[in-house]
C-alpha cells in the first residue's frame, strides 16, 4: 500500500516557476514507478511525466518537454516535478500517482493503481 501527498502547487504569473512535491508513505517507494498527472476544468486528466524506479529514466508530454523537470529522492520517499517557464494553460490540478510495474507505455490514469489528492497550480497571464 502507498500513500501519497501532494504540496507545492499556488498561484504565479506567467513565465515563472514552481516546485511541486509529492512525499509517499510505505517502505518500498523506491520500486514503484512515479508519475505527475493533471486535470484542468473541463478537461480529462492527462499524462504530465514520468520516472521509473529502477533506473530513473524519465517521459515526458510534448506540451511540457524542456519545461518541466520529473525526479525522485528515494531516500526522502519523494517525487518532484519542477516547473519552468509556465504559461496560463499548465493551470490544473496537478496529482501525482504510482502504479506497480514499469515501462514508457500505457501512460493513461487507468493504469496507475495509486493517487495524491491534487494541488492546484495557476498560471496567471
Known amino acids: 500500500q502507498l500513500q501519497l501527498v501532494e504540496s507545492g502547487g499556488g498561484l504565479v504569473q506567467a513565465g515563472g516557476s514552481l516546485r511541486l512535491s509529492c512525499a509517499a508513505s510505505g517502505r518500498t517507494f523506491s520500486s514503484y514507478p512515479m508519475a505527475w498527472f493533471r486535470q484542468a476544468p473541463g478537461k480529462e486528466r492527462e499524462f504530465v511525466a514520468y520516472?521509473?524506479?529502477?533506473?530513473?529514466?524519465?517521459y515526458y508530454a510534448d506540451s511540457v518537454k524542456g519545461r518541466f523537470t520529473i525526479a525522485r529522492g528515494n531516500a526522502q520517499n519523494t517525487v518532484y516535478l519542477q516547473m519552468n517557464s509556465l504559461k496560463p494553460e499548465d493551470s490544473a490540478v496537478y496529482y501525482c500517482a504510482a502504479r506497480r510495474w514499469d515501462g514508457f507505455i500505457r501512460l493513461h490514469e487507468n493504469e496507475f493503481n495509486y493517487w495524491g489528492q491534487g494541488t492546484q497550480v495557476t498560471v496567471s497571464s
Open positions: 520516472i521509473s524506479s529502477k533506473d530513473r529514466n524519465t
